[in-house]
């Protein structure tokens, strides 16, 4: 399995099932690996320091820990997936409420952009700020990703090279066509084609994490 699919995994119930028992590291260490990056990510989006949303992930980690033995799996009455977010969002509003009232004046906008502004301009306005929005966003993300490298590996290595260029990159098709030395209508067939590909694993996985 590649680095870019382990960023996120459906959850799977034989899976939830095996972290019933505190004592199967080998699960923990794969749920771990499966959702840490994912839930710190959201962290970070939501206006933590990298530090906060370390923190975050060990403190929703845990509190998974205690309550998976009193947690039932049944897709009819909540997926794992909102009950996961109402972890991790109780433990974000946590470190926003330890900040000092000043620090809730700062604007969310600049919150989004974590590799352009200071730490102290990342903090959010609690009125804006959206956990469940940015969730989604990031679940859609990993979908994606998941979905075009599973794709990846079923197509011709020259296909998805199409593809990437023509959709993901949105390079015009005449400049493909000079670059890879293919028919235009080849190009066209190929997108229409992969994408296709793309939205029925997205489906799939969609539905494997309701």
């Known amino acids: 399995m590649s680095q870019n699919e382990d960023k996120f995994l459906p959850t799977r119930k034989t899976l939830l099932s095996r972290l019933r028992e505190h004592d199967n590291q080998d699960s923990w260490r794969e749920f771990f690996d499966t959702y ?25 980690v845990l509190t998974v820990s205690k309550q998976m033995p009193r947690f039932h799996y049944d897709p009819q009455l909540g997926s794992f997936k909102a009950w996961l977010l109402r972890i991790t969002q109780s433990r974000v509003v946590d470190h926003l409420r330890k900040r000092p009232p000043w620090a809730a004046q700062r604007n969310f906008a600049n919150a989004a952009d974590t590799q352009r502004t200071s730490t102290t301009d990342r903090i959010p306005d609690p009125k804006e700020y959206r956990v469940e929005e940015l969730w989604e966003e990031e679940w859609q993300q990993n979908l994606m990703e998941v979905a075009l490298e599973r794709v990846k590996h079923q197509v011709k290595p020259k296909d998805y090279q199409i593809f990437d260029l023509a959709v993901l990159r949105a390079w015009p098709v005449r ?5 890879l030395d293919v028919n235009p209508a080849k190009i066209y067939l190929v997108k229409h084609r992969v994408s296709n590909l793309v939205k029925s694993e997205v489906k799939r996985l969609e539905a494997k994490t309701r």
């Open 36 to 60: 840490w990056r994912f839930i710190y990510s959201v962290a970070l989006k939501a206006g933590l320091t990298e530090a906060e949303a370390q923190d975050v992930v060990q403190e929703t």
């Open 175 to 179: 400049d493909i066509a000079r670059t």
